[in-house]
């Protein structure tokens, strides 16, 4: 595994908690009859949260990446195995961490649905979307691997394309046509919206896992179109998201570029490198908790603290702050149980 990837993992967390943090404060604001951010404040709001399009995809690169690296030289049987007991440590907490959402939303909203219901909430990733594509993707890892070894670029260019026509289906319009309504029933149920934003990031993971001395030279002769093509991308998704312009296409395709170049980047050149690769050794259990602890952290400012909600870019980094500190308070505690293996189930 690249020597980079610990801190970049870290990164992609925290850009998830800040983008969280960006759209819980915004709801509350309006929801206690504050008016919705606009002018300088929106704009800087919505270049925070468009640095979280390149999260999830970092995750699931890192992922695709670590899955070669853990069956190399196995065969199918085995290969499924070390894959399976992978797959404890991402459904355990999983389902853990989506019955305390669940029963939080309940207290605090009243909402509840019936058993089946919360059994499609599972299915569909609500409200971790990324969890059931990474499952699935572990499942097919092994086979991934192999195809991936001797077609590299007949499964990235077949993935990238579904992930398109998905994406398509879901937004018509989004470069400037729609597929007929039949089309629905040729993606995959329950997946969709995941595949949509994200299907081809865990390939490219085993690609460069693959081919890492290829991919290194040929995306080190034209780094620098990637990243001009990131900078306007980005440009475009903000622009967009303030309704400056209409790119609804820039959001999806900015991460292409900006994953394609983290196997340039050095370990040496990330500012913070060691806090960040802290961070990233409980990257998963962050996901998983951090809209729990933002949700109470919101509750908590609006009964002691009702005029800060006004103040969301006072708000956004305390609450960035207080879901860190959060989780070190959950680790140091599952650390003191007597069960070794307490917090590999509990955050992954």
């Known amino acids: 595994m690249s020597r980079q990837f610990p801190a970049l993992r870290g990164l992609a967390i925290l850009l998830v908690v800040l983008n969280h943090s960006i759209v819980l404060s915004v709801l509350a604001s309006t929801t206690n009859g504050h008016t919705p951010p606009a002018g300088w404040e929106r704009f800087l709001l919505e ?3 468009g640095l979280g399009l390149i999260a999830v995809p970092t995750f699931l690169f890192i992922s695709g990446g670590f899955v070669v690296y853990a069956l190399r030289d196995k065969d199918l049987r085995l290969g499924y195995r070390t894959i399976a007991l992978s797959l404890r440590h991402i459904v355990v907490p999983y389902l853990i961490w989506s019955a305390i959402f669940y029963v939080l939303v309940y207290a605090l909203n009243g909402e509840t649905h019936p058993p089946i219901e919360y059994l499609k909430l599972l299915v569909v990733g609500y409200p971790y979307n990324f969890v059931p594509l990474i499952i699935f993707f572990y499942i097919a890892a092994p086979l991934l691997v192999r195809l991936t070894h001797r077609w590299p670029w007949v499964v990235i260019l077949g993935i990238g394309l579904y992930q398109l026509f998905t994406a398509i289906v879901l937004q018509p319009g989004l470069l400037g046509f729609a597929f007929p309504g039949w089309a629905r029933y040729l993606t995959i149920p ?5 595949v949509a934003l994200w299907g081809i990031y865990f390939p490219l993971g085993v690609a460069f896992g693959l081919h890492a001395r290829q991919w290194a030279l040929s995306v080190g002769k034209v780094w620098w179109l990637l990243a001009i ?7 475009l998704a903000v622009l967009h998201e303030t309704s400056f312009t209409r790119a609804p296409f820039a959001g999806l395709l900015l991460p292409v570029f900006v994953v394609l170049m983290l196997p340039l ?11 960040l690769e802290v961070e990233g050794k409980r990257a998963y259990g962050l996901y998983l908790t951090n809209l729990v602890f933002l ?6 400012v609006q009964a002691g603290l009702p005029w800060l909600v006004d103040q969301l870019l006072v708000l956004v980094p305390l609450l960035v702050l207080f879901t860190i500190l959060a989780m070190r308070l959950l680790v140091a505690g599952l650390a003191r149980l ?10 992954g």
Do not use: C, D, H, K
């Not at 949700?295 to 908590?300: D, E, F, M, Q």
């Not at 007597?338 to 955050?347: E, I, K, S």
């Open 47 to 49: 270049a925070m949260g």
């Open 190 to 194: 329950g997946l969709r919206l995941s």
């Open 229 to 235: 093509a990131a900078v306007v991308l980005y440009s």
């Open 265 to 275: 980047l050095r370990r040496e050149a990330i500012p913070f490198v060691e806090a």
């Open 295 to 300: 949700n109470v952290a919101l509750v908590g």
């Open 338 to 347: 007597p069960v070794p293996t307490a917090q590999r189930y509990v955050l």
